[in-house]
């Protein structure tokens, strides 16, 4: 079953086309991972799935979509006194209540939270906590909307190598535990080949798609990325 399809979708900044005539469709349940060199077009492109870009061509959504949304990079005032627990509230489209929120909310605030591993960071000051915890706090609260599809815009940026396993591992659990479909950028093909059930190899127009296996090969990734590229396997535990 369908549930997204973009067509022929460009995007131009400025005079310069960044996106160039991309068209792939995603199915109900799949987790589809967006691979290419910085500059390629990535981020633009799952802006406008958010519809917060101009874009020509079409984004023909199957089912009502209710997103949730991981950004690269989440700029706050570090000083602003707000609390992890509190953050969700602000933040939250939901009508939860600021001042004063339901036992219900709060406890739905902290399920997210254990999902992640962060139960333990609700009462800290936001500006307070690791970038690694943060991340985890932005995955918790991206579901506390109760998504049908998770958007990731490499959710683990700056985050070390053992905490960028963490966050993805748990990605992968979230995706499975509350049947999402997911969109995700990475820069970390060995997570890919893990993680997603299609590529899309992207360098302003689409060069290849395809499952893991069969895109993840020197060709492709030397047209992708440029250069002779060698191409190590690698297992994750």
């Not at 406890?107 to 939270?113: A, G, S, T, V």
Request: with cysteine.
């Amino acid at each position: 079953m369908l549930f997204l399809e973009v067509k022929n979708v460009s995007v131009k900044v400025g005079r310069e086309k960044v996106v160039d005539d991309v068209s792939f469709s995603i199915k109900k349940g799949e987790n589809v991972a967006i691979i290419g060199p910085n500059g390629s077009g990535k981020t633009t492109l799952l802006r406008a799935l958010l519809g917060s870009v101009r874009y020509q061509g079409e984004v023909i959504w199957h089912e009502k979509p209710i997103i949730g949304y991981v950004p690269q990079k989440f700029d706050f005032d570090k000083t602003v006194p707000f609390t992890v627990e509190e953050f969700f509230l602000v933040y939250s489209r939901k009508s939860k209540g600021f001042w004063f929120p339901s036992h219900s909310a709060l406890k739905e605030i902290r399920k997210c939270l254990s999902y992640v591993k962060a139960e333990h960071l609700i009462k800290k000051n936001l500006g307070e906590i690791s970038h690694g915890e943060l991340q985890r706090v932005l995955i918790a609260q991206a579901v506390f909307e109760r998504p049908n599809i998770l958007l990731l815009d490499e959710p683990t940026a700056s985050v070390d190598v053992e905490g960028e396993r963490t966050i993805y591992y748990l990605v992968r659990e979230m995706v499975k535990d509350f049947s999402l479909t997911s969109i995700i950028i990475s820069h970390d093909l060995h997570v890919v080949h893990d993680f997603a059930d299609r590529v899309i190899c992207l360098n302003r127009k689409m060069l290849c798609e395809g499952t893991p296996r069969a895109v993840l090969n020197k060709e492709n990734l030397g047209e992708l990325y440029g250069g002779d590229i060698t191409v190590y396997k690698h297992e994750h535990k």
